[in-house]
């Protein structure tokens, strides 16, 4: 918070492919450091997919290429666990470490001079709201932005991470004006015709193993051109798999570029798959965890995380 404190001009950076709680996190800390007169600018590798953008304002979030030569002060990275989470932004670093790291993820390896991770906050923006509370008032603008980052890393708050805590901060979200209808219309209202058709054919891979313990299922680069989708389409569908009935961890590869699969691991009860996932060089939470595989295609990545998955589960 002190290093905070004196910070001047903040970069605030989340990781690629973003999800709610790292477009909320770091739109929410940007616009803090704003209301406190500072110049603050948040980057995400890849922008913010177009269906979040409802939701925040244009300004708050650029791509690393808007910002490359800004000259910062500070550097902030935020729902990440590892550098490489960073994707393209990590040049940004040129070299060098952020200067503080927030987030939730048990599986950080504090990559940050300062690191405050606290792997109990169900959603880093949680503890941007917690920041905000100690420093500036919690405007409409803000509420928002913050709920959407716990909204979504509850699973509008249906996941086990939904304590009474949660609740109470979404409580104090709402009366501060900040809207779950919008948020949720936004993430769960914006799939597209070719998205039904991408999910058509992952459902259609959907593989049982271990007893029916274990579901897997995926997306190849040939699916994403066929039905004319980009990964992003395919974000939730990792969530259709775990919701069979009997399953405890459900797998979803994603192959997108080429040469590169995207692991999604889910558990529903006791197994802890960011054990998993850090085992294949990934990380993430108890529940739900994902790695970077480079392997030629989804039947290497499946090759080699099934088996993994099925010992876990022994
Ligand atoms: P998802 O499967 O939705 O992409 O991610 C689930 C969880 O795992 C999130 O908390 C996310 O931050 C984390 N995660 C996903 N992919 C990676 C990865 O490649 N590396 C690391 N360290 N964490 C990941
Ligand atoms: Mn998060």
Redesign the pocket.
Known sequence: MDRLGSAQRVLVIG?A?P?GDAIGSVAGLVLILRKQGKKAVGCIADGVPWFYRSLLGEDLIRTPDQIEGAVFDTVVAVDS??LA?LGDAQALLRGGAPDIVLDH?R?NRGFGRLNYCDPDSPATALIVYEIAQALVPVDVELAQILLLGIATDTGFFKYGNSDHRVLEVATELVKRGASLQRIASAVLENKTPNGLKLLAKMLDTVTLAADGKLAYGWVSAAMLSETGCTQQEAEGF?GEVRALHGVEVALLFVESPPGEV?V?LRSKSHVDVSEI?VELG????PR?????LKVPGVREAVQEVVPIAIRALQ
């Open positions: 990781h492919s999800d666990s590892d989470r993820h599986t990792v995207h999604s996932a990934g990380g993430g939470h739900a965890a994902g790695c970077l």
